[in-house]
């Protein structure tokens, strides 16, 4: 899960350094609606799965990790989508983990669909 939540992290600042660097007023606000309900998902994984675990600890400086930014935004969102769907194999997650899973999975594949396009 902190892998999931450092990759939410990275795709919300890759998207603002994509809409920090573009003269296209499209684009720009594509890219502000990328970032859409990404606070959330990382509020709600900290929250419902390290905060009820008491692993408050796990909060770390390196969980905003710069090596995982990268301005190609489909390939950040498919990666994404690949971490959750491990994750959503792991038999130890509650159902309520795993919905949880789900619905951001739902949201990062329409994300995928906008940031591929031109």
């Known amino acids: 899960m902190y892998e999931l939540l450092q990759n939410l992290l990275a795709f919300k600042y890759a998207c603002k ?8 007023y ?3 606000l594509k890219f502000d ?6 606070d959330d998902w990382i ?3 900290a929250e419902s799965y390290f905060m009820a675990r008491d692993m408050k600890k ?6 905003l ?15 994404i989508i690949s971490l959750l769907e491990d994750l959503a194999e792991d038999d130890d997650l509650d ?7 789900g619905d951001i999975e739902a949201d990062f594949l329409v994300k995928m669909a906008l940031a591929e396009l031109s």
């Open 65 to 79: 990790n710069p090596k995982l930014i990268d301005k190609n935004l489909p390939n950040m969102c498919q990666k």
């Open 43 to 45: 509020d709600s994984i």
């Open 17 to 24: 350094i994509n809409h920090w660097s573009t003269d296209n």
């Open 33 to 38: 609606r990328l970032t859409e309900h990404v």
């Open 58 to 63: 796990a909060f770390k400086p390196d969980l």
């Open 26 to 28: 499209a684009a720009h």
């Open 95 to 101: 159902e309520g983990a795993k919905s949880l899973l």
